[in-house]
């Protein structure tokens, strides 16, 4: 990248309001393959649209540099949206070719120009993906790698019967806006191979799901770290029987966190070295990550930890709920126990003596603490009009808040490479 648009972009991020959200693509193991950026800089704005879709553009590319939305490893991609018009300007050359799909987006003429530009851009090592429907991919095959369908379309029945002859074409078919377990298995049943939507953050229905021995005693340790004035005795105990939770409390103690190295005599001394409240964020973190089950996801622990930072940012910035801030940390943290379990919010949380108000939220029934959660989905969903409007119903300055977001991808970011 060069020092102008280096310069430029840092230049926007630190004075702009800038709402990022990244929305993740997964295989039909359920493997993380890459996420999708979608941006807004004006919180004022009523959609996340700009009249000048090719600056929009632009703008993604500008600030993904310098915000932590591109984390390219494990060989997963970064797809952002451009118009077939935004080619000309040659702007996906910003990107970095080999991990970048460029999607493409709309109708448009079949100029002998405008095939010379993709071509170059395969050539460069650029993936193409098309959203524009069934039709258009049929008419686009020849240079495009992705073919993108709407989940949602009401005629979606008819476009999967239709996009066999696409994938036969020797395209990826690509499903978005997957909004349930079961729309999931049957358009991966239909030949469908990357998937994205908010379907991994739902229970999948199983009938007499019951939790393990190994999740009965995290959730055992939870318990205890929901108590006023936590036992450390007790924790310590139930810590010694989970061999693995104490190895990464030793490890953490160890770790360059600590400026003095200390001879830890027992699991006890280790918690009371680390101190209370270090040890509940280490502890929760560590548990929702441990009883995730290994047929999920990783996307699930680590958006329960993001939701779980952002908001226990977010809410400091209010003077009279800086104090509850933890509160907020795990109103995010435990909001997605349902999908990670495969049961019932409330069947989760019968076993976790939590404050009313933070239960009814985690059950999405009214509570002073549901518009908060709501805060932290819109941004993952990046539904910048909902963002808005809870922003200004939870009297939150947008500029703060946005780089609160941010701040709290980079912490949970940082928390799993540290800790794996």
């Given amino acids: 990248m060069n020092d102008y648009l280096e310069s430029q972009s840092r230049s926007h991020w630190e004075y702009d309001s800038i709402y990022v959200g990244r929305q993740p693509v997964f295989d039909a193991g359920l493997k993380l393959n890459g996420y999708e950026l979608f941006y807004r800089s004006d919180s004022k704005a009523p959609t996340a649209l700009f009249q000048d879709a090719e600056q929009a553009t ?64 395969k050539d460069e090592g650029y993936t193409l993906a098309l959203d524009g429907g069934i039709m258009e991919c049929a008419r686009w095959k020849d240079y495009m790698d992705i073919c993108i369908v709407d989940a949602l379309d009401p005629h ?25 377990q079961d ?4 358009l991966k049943n239909a030949g469908f191979s990357l998937f994205q939507g908010f379907f991994f953050q739902k229970p999948e229905t199983v009938k007499g799901t019951n939790l393990s021995t190994h999740q009965i005693m995290r959730l055992k340790i939870l318990q205890v770290l929901q108590q006023m004035d ?12 989970e061999v693995s939770l104490a190895y990464r409390i030793l490890r953490y103690v160890n770790s360059a966190h600590f400026s003095t190295p200390v001879k830890i005599k027992s699991i006890r001394h280790a918690l009371s070295y680390i101190g209370i409240n270090q040890l509940k964020t280490l502890l929760e973190v560590f548990l929702i990550r441990g009883m ?14 993001l939701r779980g930072r952002f908001l226990e940012l977010a809410s400091r910035t209010r003077p009279d709920l ?55 989905i819109g941004f993952e969903e990046a539904h910048w009009s909902k963002v808005d409007k809870l922003v200004e119903k939870l009297s939150l300055d947008p500029i703060a808040t946005a780089k609160n977001y941010s701040k709290g991808l980079m912490w949970t970011k940082d928390f799993f490479s540290l800790h794996t």
């Fill in 58 to 121: 632009l703008n993604v590319i500008q600030s993904a540099y310098v915000a932590p939305f591109i984390d390219i490893k494990d060989n997963n991609f970064i797809m952002v949206n451009f118009s077939f018009q935004a080619l000309e300007t040659r702007a996906p050359y910003a990107l970095p070719p080999g991990n970048t799909v460029i999607k493409l987006s709309g109708h448009a003429d079949k100029s002998p120009t405008r095939i010379k530009y993709l071509q170059n851009l």
């Fill in 292 to 305: 995730t089950p290994s047929s999920k996801p990783s996307e699930l622990p680590f958006t329960s930890a």
């Fill in 230 to 241: 936590p036992d450390l005795n007790k924790l310590a105990e139930l810590l010694e029987k």
């Fill in 322 to 376: 800086a104090r509850e801030s933890d509160s907020f940390f795990l109103l995010g943290l435990l909001s997605l126990l349902d999908a990670i379990f495969d049961m019932p919010m409330h069947k989760v949380l019968e076993s976790l003596p939590l404050d009313e108000d933070i239960r009814k939220a985690l059950c999405q029934e009214p509570s002073p603490y549901l518009p908060w959660l709501q805060l932290a």
């Fill in 156 to 180: 979606v029945r008819q476009i999967m019967n239709r996009a066999d002859r696409i994938r036969q074409a020797g395209l990826t078919l690509m499903a978005k806006r997957v909004e349930d």
């Fill in 183 to 186: 729309n999931f298995h049957i």
